[in-house]
């Protein structure tokens, strides 16, 4: 195993955030080989000691965790708040140890299907623009809105200067109060819907992402989290090129059952 940064380490460990790792190491509670680390110091598990508040640390768990979770409303897509205003993040809503990367953010307001990981790589893949991976998206706007207005949101709008790119949008239902849309895109500036519907005077009332590339949130109540299954990790591989030759370990230990779907709702 390669050196990594402390902070990244004693995450992996379950140890604590990577801000509050790196105030532990500030403190001087972290050494490595009897030396006190400073911040940037980097270690490899397997060749140095480590130590947190005198105890040896762990070696990071190297099994692959994939999680789909579907995140509320009100919760951040981030692991943390970086305001420490005590809000209430995805990670809180998974109770595993070790560091675990979000992939395909939402905003606070926004609900529906996250992927969570910890596997880094896969996790780049799947949210760099250049992989382009479809995303769907069940939006309530305000009001009843213009066939021209959805023809134009459909081949591009101007935001920051740039034009988006064409997406897929089907009417699911419309009133005279509120209209109901599938919306399919590859793109995903942030807070893109919102700014696009507010722009035509339709701001969103409810929006939701049911999928991402080939996993689909399905059935999954708010706020519950699940493993992913071997063949849908394989199609997240391959939806990214990476050929899938292992199956992947969806559990902590191998004494450990996959759980049913939980978390706080």
Same mark, same amino acid.
């Given at each position: 195993?390669?050196?990594?940064?402390?902070?990244?380490?004693?995450?992996?460990?379950?140890?604590?955030?990577?801000?509050?790792?790196?105030?532990?190491? $500030? #403190?001087? $509670?972290?050494?490595?080989?009897?030396?006190?680390?400073?911040?940037?110091?980097?270690?490899?598990?397997?060749?140095?000691?480590?130590?947190? #508040?005198?105890?040896?640390?762990?070696?990071?768990?190297?099994?692959? @965790?994939?999680?789909?979770?579907?995140?509320?409303?009100?919760?951040?897509? /981030?692991?943390?708040?970086?305001?420490? +205003?005590?809000? %209430?993040?995805?990670?809180?809503? @998974?109770?595993? !140890? &070790?560091?675990?990367? !979000?992939? &395909?953010?939402?905003?606070?307001? /926004?609900?529906?299907?996250?992927?969570?990981?910890?596997?880094?790589?896969? +996790?780049?893949?799947?949210?760099?623009? $250049?992989?382009? =991976?479809?995303?769907?998206?069940?939006?309530?706007?305000?009001?009843?809105?213009?066939?021209?207005?959805?023809?134009?949101?459909?081949?591009?709008?101007?935001?920051?200067?740039?034009?988006?790119?064409?997406?897929?949008?089907?009417? @699911? #239902?419309?009133?005279?109060?509120?209209?109901?849309?599938?919306?399919?895109?590859?793109?995903?500036?942030?807070? %893109?819907?919102?700014?696009?519907?507010?722009?035509?005077? =339709?701001?969103?009332?409810?929006?939701?992402?049911?999928?991402?590339?080939?996993?689909?949130?399905?059935?999954?109540? /708010?706020?519950?989290? $699940?493993?992913?299954?071997?063949?849908?990790?394989?199609?997240?591989? %391959? +939806?990214?090129?990476?050929?899938?030759?292992?199956? !992947?370990?969806?559990?902590?230990?191998?004494?450990?059952? !996959?759980?049913?779907?939980?978390?706080?709702?």
């Amino acid at each position: 195993m390669a050196e990594e940064r402390l902070q990244k380490l004693m995450g992996q460990a379950g140890i604590a955030s990577r801000r509050e790792s790196e105030k532990m190491i $500030r #403190d001087g $509670r972290v050494k490595i080989n009897g030396r006190i680390a400073q911040i940037g110091d980097k270690a490899d598990p397997n060749k140095d000691r480590i130590e947190v #508040d005198g105890r040896k640390l762990a070696r990071p768990n190297t099994q692959t @965790i994939y999680i789909a979770l579907n995140k509320p409303k009100g919760v951040l897509s /981030s692991t943390e708040d970086e305001m420490e +205003a005590g809000r %209430q993040t995805v990670r809180d809503l @998974i109770d595993l !140890p &070790g560091h675990l990367y !979000p992939v &395909g953010r939402l905003d606070k307001q /926004s609900e529906g299907l996250m992927l969570m990981t910890n596997d880094g790589q896969l +996790a780049h893949q799947l949210t760099h623009p $250049r992989y382009g =991976h479809e995303k769907t998206y069940r939006v309530e706007i305000e009001g009843d809105i213009h066939p021209a207005q959805l023809d134009q949101w459909r081949q591009g709008v101007m935001l920051d200067g740039r034009l988006t790119a064409p997406v897929r949008i089907t009417i @699911i #239902d419309q009133f005279p109060d509120l209209t109901r849309l599938e919306i399919i895109m590859r793109e995903g500036r942030k807070r %893109q819907i919102r700014r696009i519907a507010a722009e035509f005077g =339709h701001p969103v009332l409810k929006l939701k992402r049911l999928r991402i590339g080939p996993l689909q949130l399905g059935n999954l109540a /708010s706020g519950k989290w $699940r493993y992913l299954k071997p063949d849908e990790v394989a199609a997240l591989r %391959q +939806a990214v090129g990476k050929p899938s030759t292992n199956k !992947p370990t969806n559990k902590p230990s191998k004494k450990t059952t !996959p759980p049913k779907p939980r978390g706080k709702s």
